[in-house]
């Protein structure tokens, strides 16, 4: 994690965040459907999971969502601001998998310091599990080097 905030002006288009292993476990997928109350089945019941077709509990939504987004706030610091998350998801994430989470800017926006960053979830049995783009706002600093 990025202990300090990165600067607008110190971030390019093409600059590539570092990656992101998770190791997905029962408990991860279960607690976070819990705690984000998703109380859907196949989200803590393998059975329920097993009778969609799957052969195990699998990661919800809301749980992807919040891994797009702590992955740039954790690269972009603790005085940036999330503006919006944009996410698709393709394959289940289950039990064993180690989704690797990749990003980079994509774009900025000079007047509101608003950098755009394509995020891309790849778990390494099945693929792509989430891709999309997260927009924060990066502080901007004046000539001095004072925010």
């Not at 992101?20 to 976070?32: F, K, N, P, Q």
């Not at 077709?53 to 990661?59: A, H, I, T």
């Not at 603790?78 to 990749?102: Q, R």
């Not at 706002?137 to 004072?146: A, F, I, M, V, Y």
Request: hydrophobic residues 40%; glycine residues 12%.
């Amino acid at each position: 994690m990025n202990k300090e905030t990165l600067q607008y002006q110190d971030v390019a288009v093409g600059d590539k965040l570092p990656p992101l292993e998770i190791d997905i476990s029962s408990s991860l997928i279960i607690g976070a459907a819990i705690a984000s109350r998703d109380f859907t089945p196949v989200h803590h019941d393998k059975k329920a999971a097993q009778e969609c077709g799957l052969p195990d509990v699998f990661m919800n939504i809301l749980t992807s969502n919040g891994f797009m987004g702590r992955f740039v706030t954790d690269w972009a610091g603790p005085e940036s601001t999330v503006k919006g998350i944009d996410i698709k998801l393709g394959a289940p994430n289950l039990p064993g998998f180690v989704m690797t989470v990749t990003g980079e800017v994509t774009a900025k926006n000079d007047d509101t310091g608003v950098v755009e960053v394509g995020v891309m979830g790849e778990n390494n049995v099945w693929g792509m599990h989430m891709g999309g783009s997260v927009r924060i706002e990066l502080p901007k600093s004046d000539q001095q080097g004072e925010v």
